[in-house]
């Protein structure tokens, strides 16, 4: 059995006064103290970050962890755009499953507010197609072009996304470690700037720095000391880049795929998860994963968030992003796919504060790479 | 148990026809074909590389591949530099043992001679630390500095270093896939110009093209079919990155550890190889990689070298690069250690051409990332 005993995260936001890997160092050293282990029982470590190399021309981060750590075991950089921390965190529990480690550290990290928002938003292209960067089109573009068409074909309006970044950032306004802490009125966002029509500024997750780290063991003795909770399933699966290439563009098949391995691994359904963070890079997002997941039935969901389902508070079964999610908590790249596993890995713990769900047995992280590209599904259970 | 059941290597060199995703499908097509399995055997792919990010903002690559092959099983992406390859093919072994594949395709790929020789310099330097960034520190100054304290303390001079060239490039002349296929005599080496002192340019290995796929599978009806070669072991070690701070700077702990490791874990003795590549980006690399490894006592491997001893054609019982290493085989970061362990398996199957060394059992192939802040040991057996 496998199971999150710690877990930290930094301050979300524009943290000018530190590096990637004072952020880094941060997470690593908060995750040790909270579960009281020492760094000699991390048999190995892996790092999720998409964009060192590309804006700070920042590589070979495992040595780099190295040296923060002051320790020589097995340290993997991996690489999966947005869903490089769910990536991370998915090959270590693979990594305990093959017998080669008891106890690993999944660090996500991301710098990103040290540069231009031009140079951020080329970067983040980066995880499209070649022909999709040559044409100029950035992710705003890409999602809005989804969410051109899911708002069309189901016959919802901008207000339906304007209340999943509402709610989102309600959530937000609970979590004392989130980029943006302020509720914000579907009025407001309606009334914001549009960035690639129909998303508007107020629709698109924040450049945000940040890390956040968890301790991942299969050590029995370690889990009775502290918090655990169990990994019940991660999945993973891939899609083409291309948006041009998709079967469909109101959905994202890698979150069906993943979505059904780790429903069928856990052995659950749907009406068990209490919690869901599930990846809202842009308001659009949001609305596919629930449906894409199988929460809610394809072109539903605009309908559902507007109603006020998902909101903490609410009577709903399902609540959605109480981090804040993408959208509120912010989004660096790196370190979310971590942060969205700490959170439910919180809520079961009853560790979530404020934004506390009760009565909660499993909860789910859904982390996304680019425009769908790439998909982690993980099922945690208390 | 874990097999090699088929590699392919495209052509390394200046190939300014091809884009990396170009030679990462050549090479994907090329090892499913010559294994005569289908893509739909495949469970999943890992795919070493480290600057594609940085030359062409192109990030992931896990989708990219997904585009390539058609398929939407797990596909992740490393990067260790230039450990990047060693590292996927690492982590693909242990995704194995998991349980949750049979058979996985690893993929390394480097596309670097779009660019100039400056700004792939500068990449390359992504892999050192920040300070040494800052203080102009290039590869060649890294490698130069530990080069100078080897040759000063074991009483060499830069005539061991070039026999080290020169034996590579005899190797390179014997093999068709090289980048440089031509012999080159240790005074042609000691002639050609300074890089960093004592390291001159026939010292260093070139900024290449290529890329090389590997199917490692568990499928015992998969082996039976075709040349399979046993993973003995694989193993990974990290060390701090920055130079000023390792215990020693003529040697490379992080290869001291990873080969520890690989030999308890085979069960085997150093004189039982008969054929290892070893990270040769410097020839100086070669000497400590040697030595770090337990083949030879600290301090012997320059005049080994010297005296012809892991050449192929000599009496010497362990072959060394016969590829022609990094050095004359070409040094396509991301593509090197696929390359290495790709090399090893052409030899203990017999399929190496006019380099073919005799009577072998157990091969090691030996990858490194950076001035040795990762190694990744794998020893395979016949």
Not at 141 to 155: C, N, Q, S, W
Not at 264 to 281: L, N, P, S, W
Not at 356 to 381: D, E, M, P
Request: charged share 20%; hydrophobic share 40%; with cysteine.
């Amino acid at each position: 059995m496998l199971s999150i005993i710690g877990y930290y995260t930094t301050q979300f936001g524009e943290l000018w006064e530190h590096s990637l890997f004072d952020l880094v160092e941060e997470a690593a050293s908060g995750v040790l103290k909270s579960t009281s282990i020492e760094k000699k029982q991390i048999d190995a470590v892996f790092f999720g970050n998409m964009m060192a190399g590309v804006l700070e021309n920042n590589l070979l981060s495992s040595a780099k962890i190295a040296e923060v750590l002051g320790i020589h075991v097995p340290i993997f950089r991996t690489e999966g755009a947005c869903a490089s921390g769910g990536m991370a965190f998915h090959l270590a529990t693979r990594y305990i499953q093959s017998g080669s480690a008891k106890t690993v550290m999944v660090i996500g990290g991301e710098k990103m507010t040290d540069y231009s928002p031009e140079e951020v938003t080329d970067a983040l292209a980066a995880a499209s197609s070649g022909e999709e960067q040559e044409a100029g089109m950035t992710f705003p573009g890409l999602y809005g072009m989804m969410a051109r068409i899911y708002l069309d074909k189901y016959e919802y309006t901008e207000e339906h996304l304007a209340h999943v970044a509402s709610k989102n950032h309600y959530h937000g306004s609970l979590n004392d470690k989130a980029h943006f802490k302020r509720e914000i009125s579907p009025e407001k966002i309606l009334k914001s700037p549009y960035v690639a029509s129909p998303l508007k500024i107020l629709d698109c997750s924040p450049i945000s720095d940040g890390a956040c780290a968890i301790v991942l063991t299969s050590d029995k003795n370690l889990v009775k000391r502290g918090k655990g909770v169990e990994v019940v399933s991660s999945e993973m699966a891939t899609d083409v880049i291309s948006l041009k290439n998709r079967k469909s563009l109101d959905s994202i098949e890698a979150t069906c795929i993943a979505g059904q391995k780790a429903f069928k691994k856990a052995g659950i359904t749907r009406r068990e998860v209490g919690v869901a963070e599930v990846h809202d890079c842009f308001t659009i997002a949001e609305l596919f994963a629930l449906e894409d997941l199988g929460f809610w039935k394809k072109g539903t969901a605009g309908g559902k968030i507007k109603e006020g389902e998902g909101k903490y508070g609410s009577t709903s079964k399902l609540i959605i992003n109480t981090s804040g999610g993408l959208k509120a908590a912010g989004h660096p790249v790196g370190a979310t796919g971590i942060k969205q596993i700490g959170e439910v890995y919180l809520q079961l713990t009853g560790q979530a504060d404020r934004r506390q769900v009760k009565n909660l047995r499993y909860g789910l992280a859904h982390n996304v790479g680019g425009s769908g590209g790439v998909a982690v599904v993980t099922i945690l259970g208390s």
